[in-house]
């Protein structure tokens, strides 16, 4: 099983036509396109996953830099998710301090 990752689609790319695209390679198993929480609207890429390894190999070869919608594709295999630390900060519902990545005030409270 393989995650690739497709980055500058347009903001009108489809499931539809990823699936169009990708299914001559090979059996996808799943495809995401990212979407903006609060708009809805696309962020500009997707993931892609495909159950062979050989297959998504063969996909990235040939579809990286193909164009769609007018825009060159950027295809490739998926890095997993990094905790890059702070950020979002406490939000509705999760409680917390708030945003900032620094932990100055974590750090300042557990001195005293």
Partial sequence: MKNLFVGNISFQTTESDLTSLFDPF??????????????????GFAFVEMT??????????ALNGKELD????????????????????????RGGYGGGGSGQRQRREKRW
Avoid: M, W
Avoid at 53 to 61: N, P, Q
Avoid at 78 to 92: C, F, L, S, V, W
């Fill in 52 to 61: 062979n390894d050989e297959d998504a190999a063969k996909a990235i070869e």
């Fill in 70 to 93: 007018g825009r060159a594709l950027n295809v490739n295999e998926a890095r997993p998710k990094t905790d890059h630390g702070g950020g979002g900060g406490g939000g509705r519902d």
């Fill in 26 to 43: 090979g059996e996808i198993t799943r495809i995401q396109i990212v979407t903006d929480r609060d708009t809805g609207r696309s962020r």
